[in-house]
């Protein structure tokens, strides 16, 4: 896709969203497979559009309002994104890798199985994401970022660091956390049924009000000052 037909799309997609035109309906942006690598883009609203498949690896996306969009499959890895409105989206399978991400939100975000290793996450919201299946080894989460009621079911956050982190009635079942870093973590009322965090580090960590039940911890840990219960 040259320079020129994606700025058409663009343009056409505000047609979209604002119902201004003749034929709007037909003016979605569908940006399916496309190969948009090292993009830099800025104050674009693409809410609603479809980017599966595609990629948009070594990117930068400023302010772009992504909310609602469709990135299954969808490839930002190395990227940097700041500012940006995913909330809503549909980014199932999607990759994340080494990316950075700040200043975003993802509320209510489609995460399942999507790929997010050694990714940094600042001052982002993440609150009611399903990431289920996600691969989160590496993952950066200890600065300001919002993980209340995120579903972390059967996901990998091995070697993540959680630390100074509020998890506010987030689900572990099944997930693994593997030599994570989850010092001074509020952990209220979530749930680590059958998790395993086996080598993480849990110092000052109350377990008191969260589900441990078949939880996996028989390495060695920093359990000094945290507060454990099997419930």
């Not at 930002?76 to 200043?103: E, H, P, V």
């Not at 009621?149 to 990998?156: G, Y």
């Not at 993540?160 to 509020?166: E, Q, Y």
């Amino acid at each position: 896709m040259t320079h020129e037909e994606l700025l058409k799309v663009l343009e056409n997609h505000q047609h979209f969203l604002k119902a201004d035109i003749d034929g709007w309906q037909n003016m979605r942006a569908c940006l399916n497979n496309e190969d948009l690598g090292g993009l830099k883009l800025s104050n674009v609203n693409l809410s609603y559009a479809s980017l599966r498949f595609t990629n948009l690896s070594s990117s930068e996306l400023t302010n772009v309002d992504l909310h609602h969009a469709d990135l299954t499959g969808t490839n930002l890895s190395n990227s940097t994104i700041d500012s940006c409105d995913l909330r809503g989206i549909k980014a199932s399978i999607a990759k994340f890798r080494n990316s950075k991400i700040s200043n975003t939100d993802l509320f209510c975000a489609f995460l399942c199985g999507s790929d997010f290793y050694q990714a940094i996450l600042t001052n982002t919201d993440m609150t009611d994401i399903d990431a289920t299946n996600g691969l989160f080894v590496g993952v950066d989460l200890s600065s300001n970022v919002v993980l209340t009621r995120a579903l972390f079911s059967k996901a990998d956050l091995s070697y993540a660091d959680l630390s100074n982190t509020i998890l506010l009635s987030t689900n572990f079942t099944n997930a693994c956390l593997k030599t994570t870093n989850l010092q001074d973590t509020k952990v209220d009322n979530s749930l680590f049924m059958n998790t395993d965090i086996r080598g993480a580090n849990i110092s000052n960590v109350d377990f008191s009000t969260a589900v441990t039940r078949g939880i996996k911890y028989n390495d060695a840990m920093l359990w000094q000052n945290s507060t454990f219960i099997n419930n």
